[in-house]
Protein backbone atom coordinates (compact mmCIF):
# COMPACT_ATOMS: atom_id res chain seq x y z
CA UNK A 1 0.00 0.00 0.00
CA UNK A 2 2.77 2.57 0.40
CA UNK A 3 3.61 2.12 -3.38
CA UNK A 4 7.33 2.67 -2.46
CA UNK A 5 6.63 5.63 -0.14
CA UNK A 6 5.27 7.89 -2.67
CA UNK A 7 2.55 9.72 -0.75
CA UNK A 8 0.73 11.76 -3.83
CA UNK A 9 -1.37 14.10 -1.84
CA UNK A 10 -4.10 12.04 -3.55
CA UNK A 11 -7.33 13.21 -4.54
CA UNK A 12 -9.84 14.95 -2.77
CA UNK A 13 -12.90 13.38 -4.14
CA UNK A 14 -11.95 9.41 -2.84
CA UNK A 15 -13.53 7.98 -0.29
CA UNK A 16 -13.89 4.23 0.52
CA UNK A 17 -16.80 2.48 1.86
CA UNK A 18 -16.04 1.40 5.06
CA UNK A 19 -17.86 0.92 8.64
CA UNK A 20 -18.57 3.10 10.93
CA UNK A 21 -16.13 1.61 12.78
CA UNK A 22 -13.18 1.17 10.73
CA UNK A 23 -14.01 5.46 10.47
CA UNK A 24 -14.34 5.48 14.40
CA UNK A 25 -11.03 3.90 14.67
CA UNK A 26 -9.17 6.15 12.18
CA UNK A 27 -10.71 9.20 13.63
CA UNK A 28 -9.56 7.83 17.25
CA UNK A 29 -6.08 7.80 15.89
CA UNK A 30 -5.47 10.65 14.64
CA UNK A 31 -7.40 12.37 17.75
CA UNK A 32 -5.11 10.58 19.81
CA UNK A 33 -1.90 11.74 17.88
CA UNK A 34 -2.58 15.20 18.08
CA UNK A 35 -3.23 14.93 22.04
CA UNK A 36 0.26 13.27 22.15
CA UNK A 37 1.72 15.71 20.19
CA UNK A 38 0.30 18.66 22.52
CA UNK A 39 1.74 16.95 25.66
CA UNK A 40 4.89 16.51 24.07
CA UNK A 41 5.07 12.84 24.71
CA UNK A 42 7.67 12.35 22.06
CA UNK A 43 8.39 8.27 22.45
CA UNK A 44 4.64 7.66 22.97
CA UNK A 45 4.59 9.41 19.22
CA UNK A 46 7.44 7.26 17.96
CA UNK A 47 5.95 4.30 18.99
CA UNK A 48 2.81 5.36 17.00
CA UNK A 49 4.88 4.60 13.81
CA UNK A 50 6.20 1.38 12.30
CA UNK A 51 9.68 0.59 12.72
CA UNK A 52 10.17 1.53 9.05
CA UNK A 53 7.44 4.21 9.09
CA UNK A 54 8.40 7.83 7.55
CA UNK A 55 7.64 11.65 8.51
CA UNK A 56 7.19 13.71 5.45
CA UNK A 57 6.89 17.50 4.92
CA UNK A 58 7.60 17.91 1.25
CA UNK A 59 8.99 21.30 -0.24
CA UNK A 60 6.21 21.41 -2.43
CA UNK A 61 2.64 20.30 -2.91
CA UNK A 62 3.01 18.42 -5.98
CA UNK A 63 5.72 15.90 -4.86
CA UNK A 64 5.16 12.39 -5.55
CA UNK A 65 8.21 11.00 -3.88
CA UNK A 66 9.70 11.87 -0.11
CA UNK A 67 12.91 9.80 -0.81
CA UNK A 68 15.74 12.12 -2.74
CA UNK A 69 14.14 14.64 -2.86
CA UNK A 70 14.04 18.21 -1.21
CA UNK A 71 11.73 18.48 1.63
CA UNK A 72 11.19 20.30 5.07
CA UNK A 73 11.20 17.02 6.72
CA UNK A 74 12.06 13.16 5.18
CA UNK A 75 12.25 11.96 8.94
CA UNK A 76 13.12 7.80 9.06
CA UNK A 77 12.77 6.39 12.83
CA UNK A 78 16.41 7.05 13.39
CA UNK A 79 15.98 10.42 12.24
CA UNK A 80 12.75 11.01 14.61
CA UNK A 81 14.89 9.45 17.39
CA UNK A 82 17.65 11.72 17.20
CA UNK A 83 15.49 14.76 17.05
CA UNK A 84 13.75 13.45 20.19
CA UNK A 85 17.26 13.18 21.91
CA UNK A 86 18.04 17.03 20.90
CA UNK A 87 14.21 18.51 21.89
CA UNK A 88 15.02 16.44 25.08
CA UNK A 89 18.38 17.72 25.69
CA UNK A 90 18.55 19.55 28.95
CA UNK A 91 20.97 22.15 27.19
CA UNK A 92 18.87 22.58 24.39
CA UNK A 93 18.75 26.85 24.30
CA UNK A 94 16.52 26.61 21.40
CA UNK A 95 13.27 24.90 23.25
CA UNK A 96 13.83 27.37 25.98
CA UNK A 97 11.41 28.42 27.18
CA UNK A 98 9.49 24.98 25.74
CA UNK A 99 6.65 25.30 23.08
CA UNK A 100 3.16 24.69 23.66
CA UNK A 101 1.10 23.43 20.80
CA UNK A 102 -2.77 23.18 19.89
CA UNK A 103 -3.95 20.50 17.48
CA UNK A 104 -7.01 20.11 15.29
CA UNK A 105 -7.49 17.52 13.75
CA UNK A 106 -11.13 17.62 11.32
CA UNK A 107 -12.18 16.29 8.07
CA UNK A 108 -10.82 12.59 8.48
CA UNK A 109 -11.72 10.82 5.04
CA UNK A 110 -10.56 7.02 4.69
CA UNK A 111 -9.46 6.63 1.02
CA UNK A 112 -9.04 3.30 1.20
CA UNK A 113 -8.97 0.10 3.32
CA UNK A 114 -7.07 -3.51 2.37
CA UNK A 115 -9.68 -6.00 3.24
CA UNK A 116 -7.34 -8.13 3.62
CA UNK A 117 -5.11 -6.60 5.78
CA UNK A 118 -7.07 -4.19 7.68
CA UNK A 119 -4.51 -1.41 6.36
CA UNK A 120 -5.59 2.38 5.89
CA UNK A 121 -5.37 5.40 3.87
CA UNK A 122 -6.38 7.91 5.72
CA UNK A 123 -6.54 11.75 5.00
CA UNK A 124 -7.61 14.95 7.51
CA UNK A 125 -6.96 18.47 7.84
CA UNK A 126 -5.40 20.00 10.51
CA UNK A 127 -4.98 23.57 12.28
CA UNK A 128 -1.63 23.88 14.33
CA UNK A 129 -1.75 27.15 17.17
CA UNK A 130 1.77 27.41 18.90
CA UNK A 131 3.26 29.64 21.64
CA UNK A 132 6.62 30.55 22.26
CA UNK A 133 8.58 33.30 23.96
CA UNK A 134 4.79 35.41 24.09
CA UNK A 135 4.24 34.61 20.04
CA UNK A 136 1.51 32.77 18.35
CA UNK A 137 2.45 31.01 14.96
CA UNK A 138 -0.26 28.84 13.33
CA UNK A 139 -0.17 26.36 10.58
CA UNK A 140 -3.14 24.87 9.08
CA UNK A 141 -3.01 21.90 6.05
CA UNK A 142 -3.69 18.29 5.20
CA UNK A 143 -2.43 14.83 6.63
CA UNK A 144 -2.17 11.46 4.37
CA UNK A 145 -1.64 8.99 6.64
CA UNK A 146 -0.86 5.35 5.64
CA UNK A 147 -1.86 3.14 8.27
CA UNK A 148 -0.54 -0.57 8.93
CA UNK A 149 -2.84 -2.93 10.93
CA UNK A 150 -0.73 -4.31 13.43
CA UNK A 151 -1.96 -6.32 16.38
CA UNK A 152 -0.91 -3.30 18.54
CA UNK A 153 -3.37 -1.42 16.68
CA UNK A 154 -2.73 1.12 14.19
CA UNK A 155 0.70 2.07 13.15
CA UNK A 156 1.95 4.51 10.94
CA UNK A 157 3.56 3.68 8.19
CA UNK A 158 3.70 7.03 6.36
CA UNK A 159 2.59 10.46 7.13
CA UNK A 160 2.58 12.92 5.01
CA UNK A 161 2.25 16.48 6.17
CA UNK A 162 1.35 19.32 3.58
CA UNK A 163 1.16 22.56 5.13
CA UNK A 164 -0.76 25.71 3.44
CA UNK A 165 2.08 28.07 3.86
CA UNK A 166 4.94 25.23 2.97
CA UNK A 167 6.68 28.65 1.03
CA UNK A 168 6.52 31.11 3.08
CA UNK A 169 8.92 32.26 5.25
CA UNK A 170 9.49 31.24 8.89
CA UNK A 171 10.56 33.30 12.11
CA UNK A 172 12.43 30.32 13.49
CA UNK A 173 12.96 26.72 13.01
CA UNK A 174 10.49 24.08 13.55
CA UNK A 175 11.61 22.04 16.46
CA UNK A 176 8.69 19.61 16.92
CA UNK A 177 6.40 17.61 14.51
CA UNK A 178 3.28 19.30 13.51
Known sequence: MNGGMSGAAGSPLIVADISLETQHRAEQFLFRQAEILDDGLWDDWLALFTTDGHYWMPGAPEQTVGEGQPNIFWEDHYLMRTRIGRINHPMAWSRTPANRTGHVVSNVVVEAEDASTGDLVVRS?????????????????????????????????????????????????LQYWI
Open 125 to 173: KFYVAEYRMDEQRFFAGKYRHNLKNTPEGLRIELQRVDIVNVEGPFDYV
